[in-house]
């Protein structure tokens, strides 16, 4: 296991507006295209005054109309599948479109207490989707729930029910739980055929599932990979400090020391990687060089308590 390995990024991709944004097109397709469709079969003959409205509603995306009629339905009709399925959906819509994370969570609990309350009824034995839009709200909430959410997507999956983003959000909530070898077999379904260009996101995620089996060889080819493919600036940070992390385990010093350099190149002002230079120096007997780095560490982040421990 590495010691003093980057902080998890799991309950950050769980949490992170912009990280919910990057699968929020996807699902939308996959609920306007998949449930609207179940939600209208047998209804047709009956789906008139506020019904139709509220198909009318969710049908054209219209997630607030959709989620206002609902909730009107519901206040008649508390146990009504149909209300308390889009009320839950249209809630789900909602919340992975807020900018802030107390908006999303409240929208988020919404979505959780409808579908819960539609678990309840004979309708939704055979549903996959309520199982699947349930999975991800939990993950959504972050790490603490990473169970529940594997419960619920491994259900949905169960009744066979696909989403392309299932075995991803699978390998991070397994990983959330500590169940790396099952996170890295969900992680190798996300990077199945259907999946020709895998994210860096994804990628930095398997190699960290695969540091945490202390299998370091696998997870220095999935970072070099994220590498290659990535664009932004802080994911390429973050996983050139990884990768470092992981030549050191490698017993790779020379590497390690040059991917530290390489993030300094484009962050200067990075204190993880001035204080990991210094660790370096230090192992190597060079201590005047060594408090050089983690004098520099501070300069950038008067907290990092690390630093400030080898220097006193």
């Avoid at 002002?269 to 520099?296: C, F, H, P, T, V």
Wanted: net charge neutral.
């Amino acid at each position: 296991m590495m010691n003093d390995k980057p902080s998890s990024n799991y309950k950050s991709r769980f949490r992170r507006v912009n990280a919910l944004h990057t699968v929020a097109a996807f699902i939308v397709v996959i609920l306007l295209l998949g449930i609207p469709v179940f939600l209208a079969t047998g209804t047709r003959s009956r789906a008139s005054g506020e019904r139709k409205e509220l198909l009318e509603a969710w049908n054209s995306g219209d997630y607030d109309t959709a989620y206002a009629i609902s909730q009107t339905a519901l206040s008649a009709k508390p146990l009504d599948y149909f209300s308390l399925t889009v009320h839950g959906f249209s809630a789900y819509q909602l919340g992975i479109s807020q900018v802030n994370n107390f908006d999303t969570l409240r929208y988020i609990d919404d979505c959780i207490w409808s579908l819960r309350k539609a678990l309840l009824l004979k309708d939704s034995k055979t549903d996959g989707r309520v199982f699947y839009v349930l999975g991800k709200a939990y993950s959504n909430k972050g790490d603490d729930y990473a169970d529940l959410a594997v419960k619920y997507l491994e259900e949905a999956r169960s009744l066979s029910f696909t989403a392309a983003d299932i075995p991803e959000y699978l390998g991070l909530a397994y990983a959330a739980t500590g169940d790396y070898r099952s996170s890295v077999e969900a992680f190798s379904q996300a990077l199945g055929p259907s999946n020709a260009e895998p994210s860096d996101l994804l990628l930095l995620s398997i190699a960290r599932s695969y540091a945490e089996l202390d299998e370091f060889e696998t997870a220095r080819a999935y970072l070099l990979r994220c590498l290659e493919l990535s664009r932004d600036s802080k994911t390429i940070v973050t996983a050139r400090l990884f990768l470092a992390q992981v030549y050191e385990e490698l017993g790779n010093g020379q590497e390690a020391e040059n991917q530290y350099l390489l993030v300094l190149d484009v962050a200067g002002n990075n204190a993880d990687a001035r204080y990991r230079l210094g660790e370096l120096y230090s192992k190597r007997g060079d201590i005047a060089r060594a408090r050089a780095e983690w004098r520099q560490a501070l300069r950038s982040d008067p907290a990092h308590q690390e630093a400030r421990a080898r220097l006193n």
